[in-house]
């Protein structure tokens, strides 16, 4: 029998109202504590973490997000920890006075409850716990059975320090791991005010074609670097071995190399590190000629354009050859996500083009997009990165998972 979640998430809405009384320095305060707690609970998390990695196959794509590490989990509370410490954006935004004396203020609030679908991913409990936390918003959480155990560990966490604080739990929601409480989720109008989702983009468009409630797509990364005329060839291979090494688990990981068709003499050199990790190219006929013999055999693949728009989360990655800056930028904006683009040019000219014409929500010169990551941009940890364009874009922290309402102080003025 399907257990119905109502109830779990009228609790959520109850605890968010209570929650909008809250000093913002106590908030702070009990998130900090999470953070130490975190720590303090590292060997029960890694325990929690180990079952859910004994069920799934090394090779998965998704077990480098699932795995966590003392170094990770110190990672996470040294995120939440910075989101303690930052500024609240609640409050007036903008204030003006009508000439009939009506006095306006517009103000940042919460949204209430967020929701957050999410696969693999158990950083995503306290990342988001301590982000809605911060600006008063409840959180419910809906992670995959993939993390079933690790979410449960983290979300316990949480669960002391509220209890310590005498905050309602409800404020961190965790809900069981079974499509049936996602598809109520889907359906939660009245009760969840927003929903992300955080994975696959076949949970992103399952999320966005069933929802009936506010959705805000996040996650899915098919990342490009375009490599100029007018590239260092240093630079070029350094980024785009960050790039596409770093953590290929990772929506910001690179999924496709564009070559200049006059660097093909250097295309050898920038993938030389590459083999080092394994990396499978598929090249297309140029790159291909360019890199045969230089690049390992068992490694190099020819391309079809279904290589092109993949996004790998992989030890992979398709390179694709163009003869202008104008040609790279037509094939980011077909196969692109929206999510971060990135060009290598010593050219100014260039650099300025592509950042005004390439349509994604992070669009980097000279930096590879493996900073594409809320606490890489001081914003603490994230809730996401939004790739689309109401609302929010990018990296969404604070700022991003409040709205505002318009506050109207008068004096016995009655409308004309």
Known sequence: MTEDITPILQAAKAASRRLNSMTDARRSAIIAEVADVLEQAIPAILAANEKDLSLMDPANPKYDRLALTADRIKAIAADTRHVASLASPLGPIERRVLPNGLALTKQAVPFGVIGVIYEARPNVSADVFSLCFKVGNAVVLKGGSDAADSNAAIVGVIHSVLEKHGVDKAA?????????????????????????????????????????????????????????????????????????????????????????????????????????????????????????????????????????????????????????????????????????????????????????????????????????????????????????????????????????????????????
Not at 263 to 274: C, E, F, T, Y
Not at 288 to 315: C, K, S
């Open 172 to 416: 961190a929601t965790l809900l069981p791991s079974t499509h049936e409480a996602t598809a109520q989720l889907l359906q939660a109008r009245g009760l969840v005010d927003l929903l992300i989702p955080r994975g696959s983009r076949r949970l992103i468009d399952r999320v966005r074609q069933e929802a009936r409630i506010p959705v805000i797509e996040t996650g899915a990364g098919v990342c490009h670097t375009y490599i100029d005329q007018t590239a260092d060839i240093e630079m070029a291979t350094a980024i785009v071995n960050n790039g596409k090494t770093r953590r290929v688990s990772m929506c910001n990981a690179l999924d496709c190399a564009i070559v200049h068709e006059s660097r093909l003499g250097d295309l050898a050199a920038i993938a030389a590190p590459l083999a080092k990790s394994n990396v499978v190219i598929w090249a297309d006929v140029q790159a291909f000629e360019a890199l045969e013999g230089h690049y390992p055999a068992d490694l190099l693949r020819h391309a079809a354009d279904e290589q092109f728009g993949t996004e790998f989360l992989d030890y992979a990655m398709a390179v694709k050859t163009v003869g202008s800056t104008e040609e790279a930028i037509e094939h980011i904006n077909r196969y692109g996500s929206g999510h971060s683009e990135a060009i290598v040019t010593a050219d100014d000219a260039s650099a300025e083009i592509f950042c005004r014409d390439v349509d994604a929500a992070c669009v980097y010169v000279n930096a590879p997009t493996s900073f594409t990551d809320g606490a890489q941009f001081g914003l603490g940890a994230e809730i996401g990165i939004s790739t689309q364009k109401l609302h929010a874009r990018g990296p969404m922290a604070l700022r991003e998972i409040t709205t505002y309402k318009w506050l109207i102080d008068g004096n016995g003025q009655t409308r004309p």
